[in-house]
């Protein structure tokens, strides 16, 4: 697979735009966004390359095929008439996630059901052996769209979500995603406010989230060197010479400081929190790089070290069950107003809402 081959990239809704040039600089080629995702064309590196060190996506799927289909019939030949023993072999345990419906596949497992049949078929004519499905852990999961009477048939390289980071057993109370907290920070522009020096503080930090997301940044950690397991690991078109190259090169262009200035740091009243920061922290080895302080909102100030004159507050603030009643939500953004006006003059601020 050196030549280039069709891949979509899922993403969370608002960052497609942010995925488009993210893609581009890793390499993607014929970029474009859609209501599916995000489509490319690449070699397989540059697919590794995304799985690896997209601070955005969801998953990176490696399509297969496109076919017209109006019935449950075509749906079912449409699976069967793919040549799966270029993908997977009778001994592989594969899994299958439908999306879509029509007025003929009402739910998705019936249409879950309906490829995996298609595929089992494939074998069993080929091989008289039958591959079987393992839900929990699959070594290879195959991706099926059904949209406007068009069947798209994919394998997804990613396994797990990629915005899984490796760290986070527990996040706490309604932990912010992490690939939504990369991209407020890449809205941010935080990549060349940290070149240039800058300082980041979150005054309600919660687990931890931006701030473990933006020493990442500020480090060039690679996002996914942390990951045990890749979807493309049980697949047969894997190069592992070509993702082992890959991984070694991320894990070389890690920064083992950050850059001269630089600060990160959060503060929470709630000594949980702290606690679960420091320890999501730690399990990244970013523990000496993140300070956390227990703190409440009303007593933070600016730091005191010339070095911090300028920088990004960024926050996310609680919202919906986590916070009693409108009221109390506008007390509390009038009490973070107010910190950031009596304490952060001349730095950059940015606030993740739920409501406007």
């Known amino acids: 697979m050196t030549n280039s081959s069709p891949f979509l990239a899922t993403c969370p809704a608002g960052l497609g735009t942010l995925l488009v040039d993210e893609l581009a600089e890793l390499g993607a080629k014929e970029v474009r966004e859609t209501p599916a995702g995000v489509f490319f064309s690449a070699p397989l590196a540059v697919a590794y390359r995304a799985c690896l060190w997209s601070r955005l996506a969801n998953r990176i799927l490696l399509k297969l095929s496109d076919t017209a289909v109006a019935s449950t019939d075509d749906v079912y030949a449409a699976a069967r008439g793919l040549r799966w023993s270029d993908h997977m072999t009778p001994r592989t345990r594969f899994v299958v996630e ?66 899984r980071r490796g760290y986070r057993p527990d996040g706490g109370k309604a932990p912010l995603k992490e690939n939504l907290a990369a991209g407020i920070l890449m809205r941010s522009g935080w990549a060349h406010r940290a070149a240039n020096g800058e300082s980041l503080i979150d005054p309600m930090c919660g687990s931890g989230t931006l701030l473990i997301e933006a020493a990442m940044i500020a480090l060039n950690i690679a996002p996914g060197l942390n990951r045990e397991r890749y979807g493309f690991i ?123």
């Open 98 to 163: 439908f999306r879509g419906q029509t007025s003929y596949i009402k739910n998705t497992h019936f249409g879950a059901l309906k490829i995996k049949d298609g595929i089992v078929d494939f074998f069993r004519d080929q091989s008289g052996q039958r591959p079987s499905v393992d839900a929990k852990r699959p070594d290879l999961r195959v991706v099926a769209q059904l949209s406007k009477e068009k069947l798209t048939l994919s394998i997804d390289l990613s396994g797990d979500s990629l915005h």
């Open 234 to 356: 049980g697949w047969l078109g894997h190069r592992l010479d070509q993702w082992q190259a890959i991984l070694a090169e991320a894990k070389a262009s890690a920064r083992s400081s950050l850059p001269d200035g630089v600060e990160i740091r959060g503060y929470d009243g709630d000594l949980g929190a702290i606690r679960r920061a420091q320890e999501n922290a730690r399990r990244m080895q970013l523990g000496s790089f993140v300070r956390v302080h227990l703190k409440q909102l009303s007593d933070i100030a600016k730091p005191t070290h010339q070095k911090m004159d300028r920088g990004l507050l960024v926050v996310n603030p609680p919202w919906g069950e986590r916070i009693s009643t409108p009221a109390a939500a506008a007390n509390l953004y009038a009490a973070l107003g107010q910190v950031m006006h009596a304490e952060f003059g001349g730095w950059n601020a940015s606030v993740v809402a739920a409501d406007a």
